[in-house]
């Protein structure tokens, strides 16, 4: 059970991870053929995708706060914990991707 659970933490950071590093080099790569200006618009995505990258890591915001609503109230302390770190680990994730953006691009922080 432990074994799973560090899977789910792990994957929850590599997905978040991968969907904000592989949004912004398509959008970058999106802008420089729209004739637009890439680093600027990979800096501005690297933002905005933060949300839906942690959204697309635990499968669906709502599942997520639902199934911590039941075991708060459930009493099953334990388990909303988990939930809560799977959370955590999604937005740190996706909040890596953003600083390695910032890093590559050298972006303002």
């Known amino acids: 059970m432990e074994q799973e659970f560090w899977t789910t933490a792990i994957l ?8 904000v590093l592989g949004g912004v080099m398509l959008g970058g790569l999106g802008a420089f053929v729209a004739d637009d200006y890439p680093m ?19 499968g669906g915001t709502f599942d997520t706060i639902k199934n911590f609503e039941i075991t708060i109230l459930g009493g099953q302390l ?22 390695l953006v910032r890093w590559l691009i050298q972006g303002e922080f």
């Open 40 to 58: 600027y618009k990979m800096l501005r995505l690297s933002e905005q995708l933060k949300i839906w990258a942690m959204v697309a890591a635990i």
């Open 78 to 99: 334990n388990l909303a914990f988990q939930q809560l770190i799977f959370i955590v680990s999604a937005f740190l994730g996706a909040h890596t991707g953003t600083i």
């Open 12 to 19: 929850d950071f590599l997905i978040a991870l991968g969907v």
